[in-house]
């Protein structure tokens, strides 16, 4: 197959040295916590410290230092949410080549500014992925700069795939690999490296429920372009597979794993609390996939962290949605009587069981409500599903007319 395929080995390992002293080395770091939960060692190779905050540098790197003199002069253009833009600026700064970036008009500011400040000139276009690429495509055909692909090119591929070396070098002992997926790019190169030198570990993918452009593109035998996306993992919210990942995916890649929004925000709110490490919803995508279905892998696991660029209000709504899917807070409505001690009887209720007030909030206008009666919102701490569970019953005992949210 190798010599059959664009890329091969022998180019990961090229790429490889290209790479050396420009990427850090990073150590996979344990996570008792999920090795607890999957009954076995896991441990997280951790590229959202990497240079520009992911694993884009590797491919961006690649591919820049190969280019003609003829090639560099003429400039390059990309388009991204964020990592692929930070990864091509960097790279084009370290090697002197003017670099024009096509972002969305939703990517987050942190990943705007961070690309400017590596030297690139940041154009706004579309409110997707996909249509900021058919912008930067346009410009490279108006201005003779060179379209650098975010996933879709051997050059990317084979600069991805030098993770895969990584975590062989550094887990000899491991049995599986799980990596986030967008377009395809890093788990195409991370497979290849692995199964050309380790044929026995098994590779998997993780994909965001909302963009899962894989799964029904592998029934179909070739890339099938999704007609909807909507997840909060802007990373690999990529509406087609690349061409030339896709046919390393369809001969490498053991298995895709797709994860809901749920699952992302609980992974990536457990990275934050129990391995210290700040996540994108992206990045979280292979450990949401193994905190999901612990049983289905074998250890030792290693799941890759593919980046940490994550807008701060965004980090916050997350946050508060992982908390939430954790049954660690609740919101709660109730249509209550409109009289003196109403409220504290309902906070009396609720603090019986040790659960923790937020914030509450009155409203009398709701066409829903009874001329005397109340609405009052109420957000609570509470230490899991089944306290969260035990609370809502006990009021519904005592009750309370508690309101579908």
């Not at 026995?200 to 890339?223: E, M, T």
């Not at 696991?301 to 908390?323: C, E, F, K, Q, Y």
Request: glycine letters at 10%; hydrophobic letters at 45%.
């Amino acid at each position: 197959m190798a010599s059959e395929t664009p890329v091969t080995l022998a180019d990961i390992e090229a790429a490889a040295e290209r790479l050396h002293g420009v990427v850090r080395d990073l150590p996979v770091h344990s996570a008792r916590w999920l090795s607890d939960i999957a009954g076995g060692p896991v441990v997280l190779a951790t590229e959202n410290l990497q240079r520009a905050g992911s694993f884009k540098i590797r491919g961006a790197y690649n591919r820049l230092s190969q280019l003609t003199e003829g090639e560099r002069a003429s400039g390059v253009v990309a388009a991204s949410a964020g990592n692929h833009a930070q990864g091509v600026a960097l790279a084009a700064g370290m090697l002197g080549i003017r670099a024009t970036i096509f972002m969305p008009r939703s990517a987050s500011m942190p990943k705007v500014i961070a690309t400017q400040d590596y030297g690139a000139e940041v154009r706004f276009a579309g409110a997707t992925l996909d249509e900021a690429i058919v912008d930067a495509k346009e410009f490279a055909r108006e201005t003779g700069a060179l379209f650098i692909s975010p996933f879709d090119h051997a050059d990317i591929v084979a600069g991805q795939g030098t993770l895969g070396l990584e975590i062989l070098a550094q887990r000899p002992d491991v049995r599986t690999v799980v990596v986030c997926t967008g377009g395809g790019g890093l788990l195409a190169g991370v497979a290849l490296a692995v199964k050309s030198l380790r044929p026995d570990v098994k590779v998997v993918g993780a994909q965001a429920a909302g963009a899962a452009a894989y799964p029904p593109s592998l029934v179909a035998g070739h890339p099938v372009p999704l007609s909807l996306m909507r997840t909060i993992a802007d990373g690999i919210a990529v509406g087609r597979p690349g061409d030339i990942p896709f046919a390393l995916v369809q001969e490498y890649v053991d298995d895709i794993r797709v994860v809901s929004e749920d699952s992302l925000a609980r992974a990536q709110l457990k990275l934050l609390e129990r391995s210290k490490l700040v996540v994108e919803p992206a990045g979280a995508a292979a450990v949401a996939a193994v905190m999901d279905d612990p049983d289905s892998f074998e250890t030792p696991i290693v799941a890759v962290l593919s980046g940490g660029n994550v807008d701060p209000l965004i980090m916050m709504r997350v946050i508060r949605h992982g908390l939430t899917a954790g049954g660690r807070f609740t919101q709660l409505t109730v249509h209550m009587p409109d009289r003196p001690g109403s409220l504290a009887a309902l906070l009396g209720e609720i603090a019986s069981l040790d659960a923790n007030v937020v914030d509450v909030s009155h409203l009398r206008t709701n066409p829903r409500l009874a001329v005397d009666e109340v609405e009052i919102t109420i957000d609570l701490e509470t230490r899991g599903p089944q306290h969260r569970d035990q609370l809502l019953q006990r009021l519904r005992d005592s009750g309370y007319r508690l309101m579908a949210p």
